[in-house]
């Protein structure tokens, strides 16, 4: 079982019929990186848990319920009084999206380590907000460090919100000691940019990859999706071309197709993903790019079923 660590949260998206300078209504839809990278495997099929604190409130329900209807464990999943974090959306005309967050004592924050993972578990992935706001990112990245020791695989999103990263030079500081515990590292251009802080872009992906991931995965937007390999070659897959609704959830759903390629095809370790070549990994990406195709297809984070892809 792969078990994603982090936020589950509530989007709030405006209605794309409001006028250019007014205020118009904000539709409530299930999101979070992490939380949508569950639901996503769970939809693809593949045997996942979530491990997190969410609230008891509505949101916190629907997150819940909507857990349980996308075939996620829910055994990990800690309930608590505190209040859904909430994003507020705000979409360009491409569909890209930019967010607001309301994180201030909201459950995410108040996950418990409760011990070892169970021992189904054979792979975790974490990112976002969950590894950002304190006290559940100490939380957070204890875990993945004493997992990755256990011999988990290990995926990492960091999925930047630089506006609720107070210092940017220790976050950057406390990424790159992450890196000998992951074995997946997976990245949008502009959080690689972000991260790289000024330094070349290409040096710093290489400097990562040999920092301990066995492989690096990169996606560039229009421009496609791109793989560092475990012998430092670079593989480019184009992206699939389709109408976009909005790019909400999109690099989770390449997450999280990335992570079920592995699955099926039994590389889900470290050495297995070193060993793969470039054709392999083109493969890898190309299911990546047609599951992310679906998911801006429709507005908010709704990822595909594995019967959209097979």
């Known amino acids: 079982m792969i078990v994603t660590g982090g936020e589950a949260l509530v989007d709030l998206v405006p209605d794309r019929s409001t006028a250019d300078g007014e205020l118009g209504p904000l539709h409530p839809l299930l999101g979070g990186g992490p939380y949508n ?12 848990g979530f491990f997190a604190r969410m609230s008891t409130d509505q949101f916190g329900d629907k997150l819940y319920e909507r857990l349980v209807a996308s075939n996620v464990d829910t055994s990990l999943v ?9 994003a507020v959306v705000g979409l360009a005309e491409d569909g890209s999206a930019r967010y607001s967050f309301h994180t201030e004592g909201t459950a995410v924050r108040f996950v418990e380590d409760r011990g070892p ?9 974490f990112g976002t907000l969950g590894m950002v706001l304190e006290p559940g990112a ?4 204890t875990v993945l460090r004493r997992e990755a020791g ?24 406390r990424f790159e000691s992450w890196l000998p515990s992951v074995d997946l590292l997976k990245l949008s251009e502009e959080d690689a940019e972000w991260l790289a802080g000024g330094v070349d872009l290409d040096v710093a992906l290489e400097r990562w990859r040999k920092a301990g991931p066995a492989a690096v995965a990169l996606t560039r937007g229009s421009a496609g999706l791109t793989a560092l390999t475990g012998g430092g070659e670079r593989v480019d897959v184009p992206v699939v071309r389709t109408e976009v609704a909005d790019t909400i959830g999109a690099g989770d759903t390449v997450q999280a197709a990335l992570l079920a390629w592995l699955h099926r095809h039994d590389a889900l370790r470290a050495d297995a993903v070193r060993a793969l070549g470039t054709a392999e990994w083109a493969q890898a990406l190309e299911f990546a790019a047609r599951a ?17 892809l097979d």
């Open 37 to 48: 990278v569950a639901v996503s495997l769970g939809r693809l099929g593949v045997p996942v």
């Open 78 to 86: 800690q309930r608590s009084d505190h209040p859904t974090t909430l």
């Open 117 to 125: 993972l169970p021992d189904e578990v054979t792979a975790v992935a």
């Open 138 to 141: 100490t939380v957070y990245e």
């Open 150 to 173: 256990r011999g988990r695989f290990v995926a990492l999103d960091p999925n930047i919100r630089a506006d609720l990263i107070e210092d940017p030079a220790a976050y950057r500081e």
């Open 292 to 308: 992310a195709a679906i998911t801006v297809s429709r507005p908010g984070a709704e990822p595909p079923f594995a019967s959209e």
